[in-house]
T-cell receptor, first 113, second 113 residues
Framework: DAGITQSPRHKVTETGTPVTLRCHQT?????MYWYRQDPGHGLRLIHY???????DKGEVSDGYSVSRSKTEDFLLTLESATSSQTSVYFC????????????FGPGTRLTVL | QQQVKQSPQSLIVQKGGIPIINCAYE??????FPWYQQFPGKGPALLIA?????SEKKEGRFTISFNKSAKQFSLHIMDSQPGDSATYFC????????????FGTGTKLQVIP
């Protein structure tokens, strides 16, 4: 898993509550990404980061925010969770500008009741 | 906006068969085309990738065929095995775009003994 951990691995929460997912990498890579995976949609990019405090929106960013205060941590926050945000969330890292390969973490299964 | 279209959604083949998964893209700025393999409960992992300067790439039993003029590429799995049963995602990216990767919707492959 290229030194990527995600926490928690599973979470059940209620509509309207805030939720924060954490992605941690041990290799000091510059690029980090958050995706959600849903049946029939594949992997869709939520937000990405190209350095500490440098983040930008992906294709499905509504309802999500991110922060990256340290190279190794990339946090995804659902400010007020909705049932439509029930999904499996994957963090990924990009190793360098010379390759476009991304390495994925093990995922977090989030259920919003 | 689905920029990478993948088919079929699911595929069942017998052991030894040659499953073929097809993808088509729209953005001519894409210059890197990876395939990812995902087992249940795991994150996607890079399987094989190609750049548009070649028409075919082989790694073991996996082959990518690339048709730049048609903007299509496909994955062939030779002598498929039950252990190849997984979900396969094609993807595309532009090297100049913070390594952002656009994924297809995935193909669930089952190889029956």
């Amino acid at each position: 898993d290229a030194g990527i951990t995600q926490s928690p691995r599973h979470k059940v929460t209620e509509t309207g509550t805030p939720v924060t997912l954490r992605c941690h990498q041990t290799e000091n890579h510059r690029y980090m990404y958050w995706y959600r995976q849903d049946p029939g949609h594949g992997l869709r990019l939520i937000h990405y980061s190209y350095g500490v405090k440098d983040t930008d929106k992906g294709e499905v960013s509504d309802g999500y925010s991110v922060s990256r205060s340290k190279t190794e941590d990339f946090l995804l926050t659902l400010e007020s969770a909705t049932s439509s945000q029930t999904s499996v969330y994957f963090c990924a890292i990009g190793l360098s500008q010379s390759t476009d390969t991304q390495y994925f973490g093990p995922g977090t299964r989030l259920t919003v009741l | 906006q689905q920029q990478v279209k993948q088919s079929p959604q699911s595929l069942i083949v017998q052991k030894g068969g040659i499953p073929i998964i097809n993808c088509a893209y729209e953005n001519t700025a894409f210059d890197y085309f990876p395939w990812y393999q995902q087992f249940p409960g795991k994150g996607p992992a890079l399987l094989i990738a190609i750049r548009p300067d070649v028409s075919e790439k082989k790694e073991g039993r996996f082959t990518i065929s690339f048709n730049k003029s048609a903007k299509q590429f496909s994955l062939h799995i030779m002598d498929s095995q039950p252990g190849d049963s997984a979900t396969y995602f094609c993807a595309a990216s532009n090297s100049g775009g913070y390594q952002k990767v656009t994924f297809g919707t995935g193909t669930k492959l089952q190889v029956i003994p």
